[in-house]
RNA sequence: GGGGGGAUACCAGAGCGGUCAAAUGGGGCAGACUGUAAAUCUGUUGGCACAGCCUUCGAAGGUUCGAAUCCUCCUCCCCCCA
């Protein structure tokens, strides 16, 4: 994996640049659109490479691992010969997973032992075998196997889970160097700062994440629950220490104005499952603000979902129609809605580069935030 | 013509003397959702001057301290036999 900084904003830490990889080319900043079993919920790969615009896709170990099993996918081929996602994909580790698993998995020295949500059967997840799936999964970006400590979190727990991430770290990396990917193409491993929402946990690390001389670098453990405030100020002590050269990302972060406020600060790479997840649920994200499209208000509004929009749903069905189709529990409104939100975020981060470009990012970054945001 | 069953809030449907402004489901309305156990979950759904009061359980009378629940009568619906 290469990775290039072509352009730095006046103002603010935002930078434009390109990652490249064996299944193709990434200009960043981007968003990558979640489908943790595969797919993306409601969305063919064709919308989410041709309308969505999509340059990579995020997938899931956990999920995966569990169903169909990474052996099914390795004989497949990989991941993408699989799902017929011929770009890049990533592949979260399952630590996030582990995490919101809550009361069905517990730790061990060696790792982690949890139960399946599918049918309860117990298994166990160590830094080794996060690895070795994979790379059968064959995602061309992997990340470690970490905990991701909840909000709130004492700082005594968040230092020991901390240490426990950086111990992982070095077990992944070890196993990651033993390895390769069984499909004939590179894989890059990115490592996850934790540190909850202490300064100086973050910053330790922050260096001991920099000290690993990764292809790229994660911030884990943000954007679950804390103030915004407070994500921002640890994200921006991360990045002041993460190194300038290699892509950065923003673990599962987040609303459009979360995003926006990160590039600022130097993330290059996000996730979130907002517009998808919160699309199925009727929440549309707008140049113009937030739509719930079940409220009573849009039954009679026959405007475009979004009259400036340039993806497919966007001057194709009216508000009217679309609330319809929610209020009729159609399968065609999780999948405009999840098209258009998704095509939104892809458009925000592309105009997002074209202004780092310009050098004019923080301005308007400051108009859209509160454009954004707003609830009509 | 004879016999039987039933009418409950937007709909369906429990309740069968007090703890009932009335279970439950649907529908309606609103909210939540940030590395997806999510096409999910939560709240609310008679009125108001709202820790209380007022008007509701087909209509009208009645019994009772007290009725959606018991009695009388009226109206309408359904089933069976002829």
Known sequence: MQFDILHRDNGTAARAGVIVTDHGVIESPFFMPVGTAG??????????????KAQIMLS?????????????????GGLHKFNGWTKPILTDSGGYQIYSLGDIRKFTDNGVVFQSHIDGSKHVFTPEKAMDVQRELGADIIMAFDECTPYPCDEAYARKSMKRTHHWL??????????????????????????????????????????IGAEGNAIGGLSVGEPAGMMYEMTGLVCGILPDLKPRY???????????????????????????????????????????????????????????GEVFPDLQY?????????????????????????GFYIWLMKEARKEITLGTFAGWKERMVKQLMQRL
């Open 39 to 52: 797919a993306v919920k409601a969305l063919h790969i064709k919308d989410l490479s041709d309308v969505v």
């Open 60 to 76: 899931n170990t956990y999920h995966l691992y569990l169903r169909p099993g990474a052996d099914i996918i390795s004989r497949a």
């Open 170 to 211: 070095k077990r992944c990396v070890t196993r990651f160097e033993e390895t390769a990917c069984p499909h004939g193409y590179s894989q890059a491993l990115f490592p996850i700062v934790q540190g909850s929402v202490y300064p100086e946990l973050r910053v330790e690390s922050a260096r001991f994440i920099s000290g």
């Open 250 to 308: 923003l673990m599962g972060v987040g609303t459009p104005a979360n995003i926006l406020e990160s590039i600022a600060l130097g993330i290059d790479m996000f996730d979130c499952v907002m517009p998808t997840r919160n699309g199925r649920n009727g929440m549309l994200f707008t140049r113009n603000g937030i739509i719930n499209i079940k409220n009573e208000k849009w039954k009679d509004d026959f405007s475009p979902l979004e009259a400036e």
């Open 318 to 342: 009216s508000k009217a129609f679309l609330r319809h189709m929610f209020i009729s529990k159609e399968i065609l409104g999780p999948m405009i809605a999840t098209t258009h939100n998704l």
